[in-house]
């Protein structure tokens, strides 16, 4: 018999394209716990004893894997805060492992211990996803809050790299270490990793705007986020007619939600609910008790049927596609979700005249 490989991505395309009617990707917040408190952390505002105490137990997490994967879910992330805190992770990593998804963690990497490590060198993820915000102990640890953190975040993308892991580094630039952006980069470079990095700051989960504070100004942004990559993508948008996300819904562009969420990419809270992504919460699904599809079901008639209750400026927007707001940061940061954040106004502002520029250049 001729086996055939293929490439991973085309296969994962393929994959998309064919079950995009399934939740075939979920991300699992299985705590809010992390060892180090960002200062830009959305989800810092639960990381206390006080709300671990309502967080699922190892039982009930390996139920919804199950449910989900008899759903059709094949990709699952383990994120948090850090799934490396809770005492159960081996265990769960093992469960997931061992039912056949295709396992990333989401990590500080500060949490890392021998064992855990073992582990995963044994039963390797496809990707472990770390944040490295600084690559001095002051840029560090002024971010993280924590003292001793930045040593262990350092042993740890050490530790992966010696194992053999597949690892993802990511870097938040903003303004406690953007004087630091180069040393980042050339330090990654050095250890063989792409420096990937994202200027994406929002509210955090309760509403708490502390960390929008931390945003670049809107033109340092442009230096990080806004490549002629972007500009030849955002080129391609008919902002007048379909949505650039490929999700199998027929939306345009007067729709609430311009991205995929509703389609194959699914989320988890830590006590159990289904969201359709890690900012929109106030409309969720109970899946510990309830049924994966049912839930999906429900979610997905809510984003299909949702629409801008006032005519609002992102309801008739253009720019809308080179927009880094959306409706789920809108009611962080404000409370409306019709609601526009004037940065985010100001930047995509400057974003199209940098793309009016691009298009002109092209068309010479
Ligand atoms: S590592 Fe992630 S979860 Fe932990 S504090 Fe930082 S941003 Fe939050
Ligand atoms: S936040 Fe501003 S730029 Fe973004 S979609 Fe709304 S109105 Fe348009
Ligand atoms: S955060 Fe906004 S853009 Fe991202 S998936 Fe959620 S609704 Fe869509």
């Known amino acids: 018999m001729a086996i055939h490989s293929r490439e991973y991505k085309n296969w994962s395309a393929d994959v998309h394209q064919k079950f995009s009617d399934k939740p075939i990707v979920m991300q699992m917040e299985i705590t809010y716990q992390c060892p180090i408190r960002c200062l830009h952390c959305y989800s810092d505002c639960y990381n206390n004893k ?127 270490n953007q004087h630091e952006v180069e040393d980042i980069s050339d330090y990654l470079e050095k250890l063989g990793l792409k420096f990937s990095p994202s200027t994406s700051i929002f509210a955090r989960l309760n509403g708490d705007n502390e960390p929008c504070k931390y945003r670049l100004p809107v033109d340092d942004v442009l230096k ?27 939306r345009v562009s007067g729709s609430f939600y311009r991205c995929a969420v509703g389609s194959w990419q699914w989320h988890i809270n830590p006590i159990g609910r289904l969201n359709i992504c890690s900012c929109v919460r106030d409309v969720d699904y109970d899946i510990l008790n309830g049924n994966v599809l049912d839930g999906v079901k429900y979610l997905r008639d809510y984003v299909k049927n949702k629409k801008f209750s006032s005519a609002g400026r992102c309801g008739d927007c253009k720019l809308w596609h080179i927009c880094g707001s959306c409706p789920g940061k809108a009611k962080l940061e404000l409370g409306d979700e019709c609601g526009a954040v004037d940065y985010f106004c100001e930047l995509a502002k400057k974003k199209n005249v940098i793309l009016n520029h691009y298009k002109s250049v092209i068309k010479e």
């Open 50 to 176: 006080e709300y671990a105490k309502n967080e699922l137990s190892t039982e009930e997490i390996k139920l919804i894997m199950d449910k989900i994967y008899a759903a059709g879910c094949m990709w699952f992330t383990f994120t948090g805060g850090d799934p490396m805190i809770r005492k159960d992770f081996i265990e769960l990593y093992d469960y997931a492992k061992d039912k056949g998804f295709i396992v990333s963690v989401m990590t500080s990497l500060t949490a890392l211990t021998d064992d855990i490590l073992c582990k995963l060198s044994k039963k390797p993820p496809f990707s472990i996803e770390m944040t490295l915000n600084g690559v001095t102990r002051e840029t560090y640890e002024k971010i993280s809050q924590v003292k001793g953190s930045f040593d262990r975040a350092i042993n740890g993308i050490n530790s992966v790299i010696k194992a053999g892991l597949p690892i993802k580094v990511k870097t938040l630039i903003s303004k406690n």
């Open 224 to 250: 990080y986020d806004f490549s002629e990559d972007d500009c030849e993508l955002a080129s391609s948008v008919d902002v007048d007619d379909k949505t650039r996300a490929y999700d199998g819904m027929d």
